[in-house]
């Protein structure tokens, strides 16, 4: 992919932060975080870490293959995915900045531990940016758990997810 070169930042390096998850698929939310990530830095990694330990409705290559198409349009996002550390994901690539959306209080706690424990380990910095409220609620799980029960979900991903997420919920039922 070509990253859009940025006026003025010849001769500059790159400022790049990451969006990491599971993207088990990508949901609104996540694409509005990445969204905002992308008019911050000049180029924003989405790393789907792989968590041999959680079975995914979607294999990783499926999530990596969705998130590409609907981040194109940015230009400047990257997709791939990780088996091992973020810290090392960020190491590797030289990325120092994590940016993680936060929807609720409930959600900082566990996000506050991560990121001081990848502070301690690298350096690495995590930026938080408040979740659009129109998604507080929002979570892959729920996602899948309303789709799978026929509920509408068309509002709460992009079209191509909701496709691949009906035509796969119609395979396992
Ligand atoms: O979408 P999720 O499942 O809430 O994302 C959590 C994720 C993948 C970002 C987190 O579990 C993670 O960073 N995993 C990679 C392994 C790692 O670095 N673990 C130490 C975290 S301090």
Request: hydrophobic share 40%; charged share 15%; glycine share 10%.
């Given at each position: 992919m070509t990253?859009?070169?940025?006026?003025?930042?010849?001769?500059?390096?790159?400022?790049?932060?990451?969006?990491?998850?599971s993207f088990d698929p990508i949901t609104n939310g996540h694409l509005d975080i990445i969204a905002r990530a992308s008019k911050l830095y000049d180029v924003v990694h989405v790393a789907v870490m792989i968590n041999k330990s959680k079975s995914g409705l979607f294999a990783v290559d499926e999530r990596i293959e969705l998130i590409r198409q609907v981040t194109a349009e940015f230009g400047n996002v990257e997709v791939e995915s990780f088996h091992g550390l973020l810290v090392d994901f960020c190491k590797q690539r030289d990325i120092p900045a994590i940016v993680k959306?936060?929807?609720?209080?409930?959600?900082?706690?566990?996000?506050?531990?991560?990121?001081?424990?990848?502070?301690?380990?690298?350096?690495?910095?995590?930026?938080?940016?408040?979740?659009?409220?129109?998604?507080?609620?929002?979570?892959?799980?729920?996602?899948?758990?309303?789709?799978?029960?026929?509920?509408?979900?068309?509002?709460l991903v992009p079209p191509v997810v909701l496709e691949a997420l009906t035509e796969r919920l119609a395979k396992e039922r």
């Open positions: 990253i859009r070169s940025v006026p003025g930042s010849e001769g500059h390096q790159l400022r790049r932060a990451v969006c990491p998850g959306g936060l929807r609720a209080v409930s959600d900082f706690d566990y996000e506050l531990q991560m990121a001081q424990m990848n502070n301690g380990l690298s350096g690495v910095e995590t930026l938080f940016v408040p979740t659009n409220p129109t998604y507080s609620f929002l979570s892959s799980s729920l996602v899948k758990e309303v789709a799978a029960w026929g509920g509408d979900v068309a509002h």
